[in-house]
């Protein structure tokens, strides 16, 4: 499933294609997604032009010339591809947990710009497409969400408050969209990794020097991997068909029984599923 490092790879690259350039014409050829396309969808896209793609969380948003949006979330298995207009045949495409090549089945929703056009794929139909009115709705449809890590708002003070007298583990709550959106399973293993605390401590037990270490090291690491392209697990690729490359990175995340990557540490690295999701931890520096 892609996450917020991979969502926001996605953002730059259709912001750097689209940006400012009026929809001609949209097809679509299956409604039936998370949520079903809106009828009115492809009326609605037609001769509006796409301002930006900004993003919050795992959304895209695609303000509009007349101010709404368009949301795009990619769910488990969506992935946009680029395809240059003039050069039919030649694979420009963007792909996303994908093969660089537009795969044959499943393609969605087509948005035909002049040069180019932009097509949805998504296997498991697991992604949807809003329409949103206006600026108020969209801070609406956000409102039940907790800050992204990136926010001022996700300091120690929300940390200890939001902790209070929660009995879950840590690695629960990194997961949990209502305390900090946007962290999935990958980077929540990275992040505890990085603060030396062990992915299964009840919250109630962890420090204020804790709090500020899962406010840094979430910023640290979500950063990095963005700027590393995103994790290439199940073939990602950015829109320029490149890898990312975050996962030669990982320092725990799949690397059960391998040697803690932290000099002098004997610790190995252990797997253990919390919270029904792979947890990787090292049995020596997490605490
Ligand atoms: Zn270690």
């Known amino acids: 499933m892609p996450e917020l490092p991979e969502v926001e790879v996605v953002r730059q690259s259709l912001d750097k294609n689209i940006k400012q ?8 050829r299956n409604r039936n997604l998370r949520i079903p396309i809106p009828l009115k969808f492809a009326s609605y896209l037609k001769n509006k032009k796409i301002i930006k ?16 949006y368009i949301l795009l979330h990619l769910g488990m298995s969506g992935t946009v591809h680029l395809i240059d207009r003039n050069k ?31 097509v949805y794929n998504d296997p498991r139909r697991f992604g949807f497409f809003q329409i949103i009115d206006n600026a108020y709705l969209l801070k609406k449809k956000f409102a039940h969400l907790g800050p992204e890590p990136f926010d001022t ?39 505890l990794f990085l603060c030396k605390i062990n992915p299964n401590k009840k919250v109630s037990l ?6 500020l270490n899962i406010v840094k ?27 990312g490359d975050f996962q030669s990175d990982f320092k725990v995340y799949d690397r059960e029984g391998l040697d803690c990557k932290i000099n002098n540490c004997t610790g190995i690295i252990k797997r253990k599923v919390i919270s029904n999701r792979s947890t990787f931890f090292c049995n020596n520096c997490q605490k």
């Not at 350039?21 to 679509?28: D, R």
């Open 153 to 191: 708002k996700f300091n120690v003070n929300y940390i200890s408050i939001f902790f209070t007298k929660k009995k879950r583990n840590i690695k629960n709550l990194l997961l949990d969209q209502n305390f900090v959106s946007g962290i999935g399973n990958i980077y929540a293993n990275e992040i």
């Open 206 to 211: 962890l420090k204020k020097k804790d709090y």
């Open 88 to 118: 039919k045949k030649i694979k420009t495409n963007t792909s996303f947990y994908n093969s660089p090549i537009l795969p044959k089945k499943h393609n969605h929703v087509e948005i035909i710009f002049q040069d180019l056009k932009i």
């Open 53 to 68: 793609i900004d993003r919050f969380s795992k959304y895209l948003i695609f303000l509009l010339s007349n101010k709404s």
């Open 217 to 243: 090291n979430s910023k640290k690491v979500l950063l990095h991997a963005i700027k590393k392209g995103g994790s290439s697990i199940r073939d990602f690729k950015n829109i320029s068909g490149k890898k």
């Open 21 to 28: 350039k009026k929809v001609k014409k949209v097809i679509i």
